[in-house]
């Protein structure tokens, strides 16, 4: 039996997903968790094959924080990322904290037991759609620290004499940057900029 360990924050998601395993005669759920520091510990516990892990989790924890966590203990831990978020740099954020490979949530039971089983027996599927997502960010100009911590502050609707002040930045050095974030993402203003920064995962608002 293939054991699985389940890390999602919504019940409905978690019981949905155990309903499907249980329908695979080859595979059970054996724990499942609500935060990060719970599947780190029920890793520990469980020690499962396969772990089917979120990205958002309770109590604002981080799904990526736990990859890391748990590849630190077990460098052979295998992690499936299962999660409603599509953007590139969150895949690209969990394939380098070590995810074996990443689903999205609408992914059709059959496949999400089809991948399973792939990645026990060491395969790491990824979707073309998800393949090429990855693809197109190594080919793009990627934000600096200090841009995101910016852009960031800019998503929360502070102005550059906020964020300045906030950072201990000069208001015009403010500016310089959000014209490299401009130029970088490929837009002309602030709101078009966030937006981006939302929808690929590089800020996102708690």
């Known amino acids: 039996m293939i054991q699985v360990l389940c890390v999602d924050d919504h019940q409905v998601v978690r019981e949905g997903i155990s309903l499907i395993i249980s329908r695979a005669a080859d595979m059970q759920v054996v724990a499942t968790a609500t935060t990060s520091e719970e599947a780190v510990s029920r890793y520990r516990e469980h020690r499962p094959d396969v772990t089917l ?22 460098p052979g831990a295998l992690i499936i990322v299962l999660t409603m978020y599509e953007g590139d740099e969150y895949i690209h954020r969990a394939m380098l904290a070590g995810a074996a490979t990443y689903l999205l949530k609408d992914t059709l039971a059959d496949d999400l037991i089809y991948v399973i089983r792939e990645v026990h027996v060491g395969g790491r599927p990824l979707s073309d759609q998800l393949r090429a997502r990855l693809e197109a960010r190594a080919e793009q100009r990627q934000l600096t620290t200090r841009e995101v911590q910016v852009l960031e502050l800019v998503a929360k609707g502070k102005r550059n004499k906020e964020i300045g002040a906030s950072l201990g930045i000069s208001g015009e050095t403010v500016s310089v940057h959000l014209k490299h974030i401009f130029a970088k993402l490929d837009v002309s203003e602030r709101t078009t900029a966030v937006s981006v920064a939302l929808r690929r995962g590089i800020v996102h608002l708690d």
Request: glycine letters at 10%; proline letters at 0%; charged letters at 25%.
């Open 53 to 74: 892990m979120d990205l958002r989790l309770a109590n604002g924890t981080s799904g990526v924080d736990a990859i890391r966590a748990i590849i630190a203990e077990d």
